[in-house]
Each structure stands twice: as structure tokens, then as C-alpha cells.
């Protein structure tokens, strides 16, 4: 933890929206580019090691920020589009 006197700051990471898709009957989690997404919407993500598109559902949307995010930020990718 970081201290405020101590001179440390505390990195904002702002909010961001996450949606759990179901893609080849598993769930993964990625990064929405907009907060208009709702459960039920089909969307192209990218899947598997060549991060080939791919269609899934979305099961469940959260709005985050980074600390709190549903998997690591330097891992979760990015939907490609709302289908």
C-alpha cells in the first residue's frame, strides 16, 4: 500500500466495461468498447491462440475499474464488434 504522505499516488485507472461471453460453450471474459451491451447480444471476439474471430454470446455485463476487474488487465482483449 501506498501512502499519501509518503509521496506515493495512486493510479486511476478509470472505469471500463466487461461482458462474459460464451464462446464454444465456455465462458471468457473481454473488454466492451461501449456500455451499450446487454446480456443476450451476439458479438465477434477474438479466440483461441491466432486470436481468430469468433461468435459467442454475452451472458453477463459489469462495469469496473481496473483493481477490480474480473481478470487482469493485461491479459482481457477487446470484442471485435457487436454483431
Known sequence: MIHSLSGGVI???????FVKVEVNG???WYLSPTSKIAAGARVSVPFGKGDLPAEGT????????GQCAP?????????YEIL
Open 26 to 28: 465456455a465462458p471468457y
Open 11 to 17: 493510479k486511476e485507472n478509470g472505469r471500463h466495461t
Open 71 to 79: 481478470v487482469p488487465m493485461n491479459r482481457i482483449r477487446e470484442i
Open 58 to 65: 454475452v451472458l453477463k455485463v459489469e462495469e469496473a475499474d
